[in-house]
């Protein structure tokens, strides 16, 4: 399989058209993807999210054909009942978005093990499970792809998002190894690393209410262009913005000096509060 080959390899190798599984779409970044993808020459969208009123209103609005299943995917039967979703309404599936993700914003000396767990319920175990599933349809209609939504806090973590960033380092590097593993079998798993993006999920409200931090944030339809690069342009991994793989490879060059950054009083501006945080709450 050649690694360079555009959304050709994924699509129109084959007479059946695009079939895309995406998490999360409901809102946010799963939602524009959606919107995004349904662009795409006779493409079939599977919505998945837990609130059916959204998935159907977005299904309506769309400009493709798209099926929606609610389930929350903590859920034991989640995977089972996805993968009978898609096999009885579309029978075939070419690119699957690993997109859902929540987090809920605490030091571990506040929120413990409890917190890392239910965070890495949804962010990794999640999709780990989904993805076991889909699988061997995914090997069976290759050229196909997985893309996995992580984070810039896969590659860098910040004070009270330590259960988050575990759950997104955990998620790049399960990636890397699930790329060469299923190259062989014609599945090209790709990673996308969003910074701030203003999302229900994520406002990021901190941010955007100053202008001098405001730039830092970016828009859902950039992640979903990111998506499209890393799934059917079978990028490897990208970065959104892009500049923000520098954070990474600051950690790597210089880890003290970024330690010593965020464990000063200026890092407090970069945490935020979450939807799921707002949730509690409420």
């Avoid at 330590?162 to 699930?178: E, V």
């Avoid at 262009?225 to 790597?252: F, S």
């Amino acid at each position: 399989m050649n690694d360079q080959s555009p959304h050709e390899d994924l699509a129109a190798a084959s007479s059946t058209p695009l079939v895309a599984l995406i998490t999360g779409a409901s809102s946010g970044i799963g939602e524009a993807t959606a919107r995004r993808l349904a662009r795409e020459p006779g493409a079939q969208l599977v919505l998945v999210a837990r609130r059916e009123d959204r998935l159907r209103k977005l299904a309506e609005t769309l400009p493709a054909q798209a099926s929606l299943i609610a389930v929350d995917l903590t859920a034991e039967d989640a995977p089972a009942r996805v993968l009978e979703h898609v096999c009885s309404h579309h029978g075939r599936l070419t690119l699957l978005v690993n997109n859902a993700g929540a987090s809920w914003r605490a030091t571990f000396a506040e929120g413990g093990y409890a917190n890392v767990r239910r965070t890495m319920e949804v962010n990794f175990d999640a999709a780990v499970r989904l993805t076991e599933v889909l699988l061997p349809l995914l090997r069976a209609c290759a050229p196909s792809a997985i893309v996995n939504v992580s984070s810039t806090a896969g590659r860098i973590a910040r004070p009270g998002a330590g259960a988050y960033s575990a759950s997104k380092f955990a998620l790049a590097g399960w990636s890397d190894a699930l790329f060469a593993e299923e190259r062989p079998h014609g599945v090209h798993v790709g990673l996308v690393l969003p910074g701030f993006i203003a999302t229900e999920g994520f406002p990021a409200s901190e941010l955007t209410a100053r202008r001098a931090t405001r730039w830092m944030v970016s828009t859902p339809e950039r992640a979903a262009e990111a998506i499209v690069d890393a799934g059917l342009r079978r990028k490897p991994e990208r970065h959104v913005p892009r500049p923000y793989a520098l954070a990474g490879m600051a950690r790597l060059l210089a880890p003290g000096l970024v330690r010593k950054v965020l464990a000063g009083r200026g890092a407090s501006v970069f945490t935020t509060k979450t939807g799921a945080d707002a949730a509690d709450r409420r």
